[in-house]
């Protein structure tokens, strides 16, 4: 997943541009809205009402529906997300490694739940499905970095260092 | 081709990648340029070799030396030493492939390796997976070469059927079978899938072929398209999983460039193109309706069966789906011929299987073994053992579809039949040791909360069903259980079992049947002594400070977040199990190992 690029420094127009040349690179492809929409959070770090009103219009798919598929598939966000987010594996083999105490102590940290942002808007958490790095578990990731091995002391100092 | 003395293999598979691997790279170019040995030494990132927990993994052929958990600044001995001296740099060397002598033994003699076999993975590891070269180094493409030059479809089928091969999603429904279904339905255009959407959590096999051996996957592919009668594939993969994504676009790509995958393939008149679909994040659509309808747009939920997807699949039309390590081992059918698979594994489980290793055991990582192999010979002479010296407890096959396996069955044969015959399932290769410190309700209920948060909602049985089964089990761990909630939630599972949509639902009551099948025990402590024999179940925990062992330093007090230890300086401290959060910091800091976990 690419960087997560905030609203304020990016252009609106560009973005806007953007999503129009997804739209335009889709259109006619059977079952084009869920690689629109991945595209779409890609550009604009979560998926907008704006957003989908666009989408809406020019695929011709109902608000309602696009809304339906939004708030199915968990990788899709109606809310924007932080700098830096941090994703804790509660994957089996992470759980059994003892995953649960890795989050409550991010918890503790930063003083937000899963799901939730912090109020700087600096970091975002979330409890993700198996990443598959199950080798290493209990793993986190923060953006594109993963922390592999992790104990509940290791936290803190990993947090620092953003 | 360039004429290279040596191949410096590093894995870059999702596990080293996370431990760091791209920096080895990174730093073993840089290296071989100072000491003017990059034209003679190329260095090959590779896909998984499987020993995830020793990443990152460096190999060194014409040697073979196995190097382990490499860090950057081990490079430049590796370099100097090893590459230019000669000199295998024996410090780094993964421990079990030195011998008592002192000499450096073959990988394959190794423990983790030598019960292995490795069909489907068996570039994985060995070719660049970047490089459609390496693979048809390795007889890729040939498969689909024979298959559209020398083979009618029908025998293609035959040959599949013959083999024995069975679907390794976890269903195991006869692959041959599948694939003449959809053969013979009627239709003018049909389609051939591949589910990637590996969602069980712990397990990544699919993830390592796709990242390892891509073009397996995508000639496969190809083979049943033919066979099938079809023009257009979907590969339908996990966000979550993005190497493997970029892998395969990469995969793709060159593939049209050689014309392995567009029009006229091998100069016959067969047409072929395949598209990535990628998933979303809902564990349902690795449920073959659901991702059907996900692919073509909409919220992935399952619908009714029949008609089976054979016959109306994608957009209305025959489509044949197949998981990904299912297709890796075609080629190998077509090349090696169906007697060759069919010799490998038991009566009624041909061929291998891949496992994803994790939890409590010693090497975690990936491995592929003949059907059969017993779980003790995975458990003790692959996997290592348990570590710290504790003991096996069970472990879990299957994921949130599966069950346990005790320790008094662990010279069970891992085939599909033997692990249905008690209570577990083959799943799709996930395998999860659990040892003396896991509670099986705790377990559980950890499935159930995932199955809970993935049901799909459209049928009441999982969307209701699930949830209350949930309820139980919290009150269960949380102390309050009664003997009738036990009895309840087992009637609960038959009929969810019975009465749910699709096989997320009918599968969700698996983890509760099982750990009631044999560990009803420990649900009966929970329920009856109020007690939580493994000691995870918080609730049912009590840290007691020993009046003997006690110095009175005070340093629990200072520790405990909620306060709830007091006392005196040089007298026993006291915990108020009141306010005790059971946060067990105490006991860690205690350094005089005075504190205990009651359970």
Redesign the interface.
């Known amino acids: 997943?690419s960087e997560q690029k905030c609203c304020t420094c990016t252009n609106e127009k560009e973005q806007e541009q953007k999503l129009y040349e997804v739209i335009k690179k889709y259109k006619g492809t059977?079952?084009?809205?869920?690689?629109v929409?991945?595209e779409a959070q890609e550009i604009y770090g979560y998926l907008p009402l704006k957003v989908q009103k666009i989408i809406s219009k020019e695929l011709n798919v109902p608000l309602t529906?696009i809304y339906?598929?939004i708030t199915?598939?968990?990788?899709?966000s109606l809310n924007p997300k932080g700098k830096y987010k941090i994703g804790v594996c509660?994957?089996?083999?992470c759980?059994?490694?003892g995953a649960g105490a890795i989050i409550d102590k991010i918890k503790e940290k930063l003083g937000i739940h899963v799901g939730e942002c912090t109020e700087d808007g600096k970091f975002s958490l979330d409890a993700?499905?198996?990443?598959?790095?199950?080798?290493?578990?209990p793993?986190m990731t923060i953006n594109d970095d993963?922390y592999?091995k992790l104990t509940v002391d290791d936290i803190e100092e990993i947090l620092e260092k953003y | 081709m360039e004429l290279v003395r040596s191949h410096v293999l590093v894995c870059g598979g999702?596990?080293c990648?996370?431990?760091g691997c791209e920096k080895i790279i990174k730093e073993m170019e840089n290296q071989l340029k100072k000491n003017n040995l990059d034209k003679e030494i190329r260095v090959i990132k590779t896909g998984c070799f499987g020993?995830?927990?020793l990443?990152p993994i460096v190999i060194v052929y014409p040697e073979g030396a196995f190097y382990s958990m490499v860090k950057p600044e081990d490079v430049q001995e590796i370099v100097e030493e090893h590459l230019l001296k000669g000199r295998i740099v024996k410090r780094l060397l993964y421990d079990e492939t030195i011998e008592e002598d002192d000499t450096v033994k073959s990988l394959n003699e190794v423990d983790f390796y030598k019960k292995q076999m490795r069909v489907a993975l068996r570039n994985c590891g060995v070719i660049n997976p970047e490089n459609i070269e390496e693979y048809i180094a390795f007889d890729g493409y040939k498969a689909l070469g024979k298959v559209l030059t020398e083979m009618t479809p029908e025998q293609v089928i035959d040959t599949i059927k013959k083999s024995g091969l069975r679907g390794r999603g976890g269903g195991g429904f006869p692959t041959g079978l599948k694939w003449e279904f959809t053969a013979k339905a009627q239709g003018d255009q049909k389609y051939v899938a591949c589910n990637a959407d590996?969602?069980?959590?712990?397990?990544?096999m699919d993830?390592s072929v796709l990242e390892g051996d891509p073009h397996s996957v995508i000639e496969a592919m190809a083979i049943a398209a033919y066979a099938v009668g079809a023009n257009q594939g979907y590969i339908y993969v996990r966000?979550?999983?993005?190497i493997a994504v970029s892998r395969l676009k990469i995969a793709i790509a060159q593939a049209k460039e050689y014309g392995l995958l567009g029009q006229n393939i091998f100069g016959t008149d067969f047409n072929f193109d395949l598209e990535i679909?990628?998933?979303?994040?809902?564990?349902v659509c690795g449920e073959e309706t659901a991702l059907m309808t996900?692919?073509?747009?909409?919220?992935?939920?399952p619908r009714p069966r029949p008609p089976f997807p054979a016959v109306k699949g994608l957009?209305g039309k025959p489509t044949l789906l197949n998981n990904v390590e299912t297709y890796a081992n075609i080629p190998m059918i077509i090349l090696k011929g169906a007697e060759w698979f069919a010799s490998i594994g038991t009566e009624k489980s041909k061929g291998t299987k891949v496992f994803?290793l994790?939890?409590?055991i010693q090497n975690?990582?990936l491995v592929e073994i003949p059907m059969g192999t017993t779980l003790r010979e995975i458990v003790e002479e692959i996997g290592g053992g348990i570590p710290n010296g504790k003991k096996f407890k069970a472990a879990?096959t299957g994921?949130p579809s599966g069950g346990c396996i005790p320790a008094d069955l662990i010279d069970t044969p891992i085939d599909y039949d033997s692990l249905i015959s008690i209570g577990s399932m083959m799943g799709s290769g996930?395998l999860?040791i659990?040892d003396e410190d896991?509670c099986m309700v705790d377990?559980a209920k950890?499935?159930l909360e995932f199955t809970v948060d993935e049901s799909?909602g459209k049928c009441s049985p999982c969307r209701i069903g699930t949830k209350r089964m949930l309820e139980i089990l919290e009150k269960i761990t949380n102390g309050n259980g009664t003997m009738e909630d036990i009895e309840n939630l087992e009637i609960l599972c038959k009929n969810v079992k019975s009465s749910a949509l699709c096989g997320l639902g009918q599968t969700a009551p698996n983890p509760i049947l099982s750990t009631l099948r044999y560990f009803k025990d420990e649900y009966i402590a929970h329920v009856q002594d109020k007690k939580c024999p493994a000691g995870v179940c918080k609730s049912l925990l009590a840290y007691t400070i020993d009046a003997g062992l006690c110095k009175g330093c005070g340093i629990c007090a200072k520790q405990c977040p909620v306060n709830a230890i007091s006392g005196e300086r040089k007298n026993p401290y006291k915990i108020d199990t009141e306010k005790c959060i059971k946060c067990g910091v105490c006991m860690e800091k205690c350094p005089f190992k005075a504190i205990f976990k009651n359970h």
């Open positions: 997943m059977k079952g084009a809205l869920i690689p929409l991945h529906e339906g598929v199915f598939y968990t990788q899709f509660l994957g089996t083999a759980y059994v490694k993700t499905r198996c990443i598959g790095a199950c080798g290493l578990a793993v993963v592999g | 999702t596990g990648t996370s431990s020993l995830c927990a990443g590996e969602g069980d959590p712990g397990a990544f993830r966000a979550e999983y993005p679909r990628l998933g979303a994040g809902a564990f996900s692919v073509e747009g909409h919220r992935g939920e957009w994803a994790g939890g409590k975690t990582g879990q994921g996930g999860i659990m896991t377990i950890f499935f799909c």
